[in-house]
């Protein structure tokens, strides 16, 4: 799992996004449209956090994890009162005219799941899962098996007896260094 909070700020916002990129493919997700969708995701919920969700003084936080056969991503803030429609009420909005307000559209486009839900004690999650596609989960599942199988110890190998040096012993008196001659 990753876990990283931002500044309530449009920075905070373009962070997030980048971090997501970097760490489904620390994971080993390929770039695919997977993390295309994940980032499109994340930046359009950090900036409702920021936008909706902020409170001066408190930041927003990003989750990401794994599940097998699926990436989770939630973000979470700290105004629980300024709560965002579900999928359910998203599904019958009409496509809003202006510059706003096609952002929870896009998740809900995006993403294969998700919800809005409370934060305790104070705030709210906005948690979409996006599907990996069938190679993906098999290989990551690959990948995490052969992760976990133990692994023999490594045995050092003894000194060679032509290269040991025996280490001094420390009532031995240290001779002083000998001049060297040059011819």
Do not use: Y
């Not at 990283?4 to 080993?28: E, K, M």
């Not at 706003?100 to 104070?122: C, K, M, Y």
């Not at 069938?134 to 000194?159: F, I, K, N, S």
């Amino acid at each position: 799992m990753f876990s990283q909070r931002f500044s309530s700020t449009p920075l905070g916002a373009r962070l997030a996004r980048h971090l997501t990129i970097v760490q489904l493919h620390s994971w080993g997700v390929p770039q695919t449209a997977t993390v295309c969708d994940a980032a499109a995701i994340v930046a359009e919920l950090a900036a409702n956090a920021v936008t909706h969700g902020r409170v001066p003084g408190r930041d927003f936080e990003l989750r990401l994890s794994l599940l097998g056969q699926a990436v989770r991503i939630e973000v979470s803030d700290a105004r629980g009162q300024r709560r965002p429609p579900g999928p359910e009420q998203v599904g019958a909005m009409p496509v809003p005219e202006g510059e706003s307000g096609r952002g929870l559209l896009l998740v809900d486009e995006l993403a294969d799941r998700w919800a809005v839900l409370d934060r305790v004690p104070v705030g709210k999650t906005v948690r979409a899962e996006l599907d990996l596609p069938g190679d993906t989960a098999a290989a990551l599942q690959r990948r995490d098996a052969a992760a976990a199988r133990p692994r023999p110890e490594a045995v050092a190998a003894p000194p060679r007896p032509d290269t040991a040096a025996a280490p001094p012993r420390p009532d031995a008196a240290v001779a002083p260094p000998q001049p060297t001659r040059l011819r």
